[in-house]
């Protein structure tokens, strides 16, 4: 990945295309909507977000895997950030520093070469950072001599580090893939369709919920629904992985049909337990960045794994 191979690259041109176009359609229709009288604030709230995230996604791609694998942890620890805030945790600056520094640990062996192979990533540490991050963390208590209240804290850490620096990290190990424009700007955009579909088809279609306690506006329809439009994508999409067989593609849709859903619900129930609506409002329209990113954080490792499995990683 480097500014050379995007400009050559017919995958990463084609959806820069079909994403200024899906844009441009919506903002002329949102227009349109209200020169008809049509109240527009919320949906222009969160058009303006997509106008935001858009170019930021595609422009760290643009700069290459370095920026992208940069971006992405960043966004990691924004996310990570969020969720220690809204727990509690980020009172405690031991357990959420060795959290920020095992997000940026995997960050740094996913930058650098495997020492034995030469290739880009080194894949081994990266599978077993999480098993020092989570030691580090339990030395914590020991260290400052505590018990009282130092089992949430060390919980909530190990959830944190495991949710946005390892899970989520899967995302940008997927950019020292060879075809990683391809496996990366799938799955961002097939998240994120999977997300509109659950909405729309629970509006269109929505009678039965699906878990009224955590999510009360989600139904099974939608669900069902979401599910239905996501095992299509891959087909529609089959220009990003041409190397994918029927099974590839079977299971592309199902991980991120059923793997969106649950990393959005994983999150539903964590707020509804605190007793919060969004994590933030740090982007207009869409609440914090963990309530964007919570889809791909159950999405990443599946298809990262599932890719590795066929194809490998280099």
């Given at each position: 990945?480097s500014?050379?191979a ?16 899906v ?13 008809a009288?049509?109240?527009?604030h919320?949906i222009?709230?969160?058009y303006?977000?997509w106008l ?6 595609l ?17 990691g620890?924004a996310g990570?950030?969020?969720f220690?805030?809204?727990?509690g ?6 357990m ?11 960050a740094l ?8 192979h030469?290739?880009?990533g ?7 950072l ?5 030691a580090a ?24 580090f ?8 899967h995302l940008g190990?997927?950019?020292n ?20 579909a ?5 509006k269109?279609f929505?009678?039965?919920?699906l ?5 009360p ?5 939608g669900s ?24 590839e593609l ?13 990393g959005?619900?994983a999150?539903?129930f ?12 740090v982007?207009?329209g ?5 309530d964007?990113i919570?889809?791909l954080?159950?999405?990443a ?8 499995w066929f194809?490998?990683?280099?």
């Open positions: 990945m500014i050379r995007a400009l050559e690259s017919p995958i990463f041109l084609t959806y820069a295309g079909i994403i200024v176009g844009l441009v359609v919506a903002g002329a229709t949102i227009g349109l909507m209200r020169l009288g049509k109240n527009v919320s222009w709230r969160t303006f977000g935001i995230m858009a170019p930021l996604v422009g760290a791609l643009f700069l290459g895997r370095e920026a992208t694998i940069i971006g992405l942890a960043l966004i620890i990570f950030n969020e220690a805030r809204a727990t945790l980020y009172d405690d600056w031991w959420t520093g060795t959290v920020y520094l095992g997000i940026l640990a995997m062996v996913t930058l650098v070469d495997d020492p034995r030469a290739e880009p080194w894949y081994g540490m990266f599978m077993v999480p098993a020092f991050t989570v963390i339990l030395l914590i208590p020991i260290l400052r001599n505590r018990t009282k209240g130092q089992l949430q804290g060390v919980a909530l850490a190990i959830l944190g495991v949710y946005f620096g390892w899970m989520f990290g190990f997927l950019a893939a060879p075809h990683a424009y391809g496996y990366l700007l799938y799955v961002i955009f097939a998240v994120e369709i999977n997300d509109i659950a909405f729309v088809c629970g269109l929505g009678r039965h919920k878990r009224a306690t955590i999510s506006n989600k139904t099974v329809e069902l629904g979401a599910l239905a439009v996501s095992m299509t994508v891959p087909w529609a999409l089959h220009f990003s992985f041409p190397h994918f067989g029927t099974l079977v299971l592309s849709g199902l991980i991120v049909g059923i793997g969106g859903q649950a959005d619900l999150i539903s964590i707020k509804r337990d605190i007793g919060i609506k969004d994590m933030g409002a982007v207009p869409h609440g914090g960045i963990l964007r919570d889809s954080i159950f999405v490792p599946l298809f990262f794994h599932m890719v590795r194809h490998g990683i280099r």
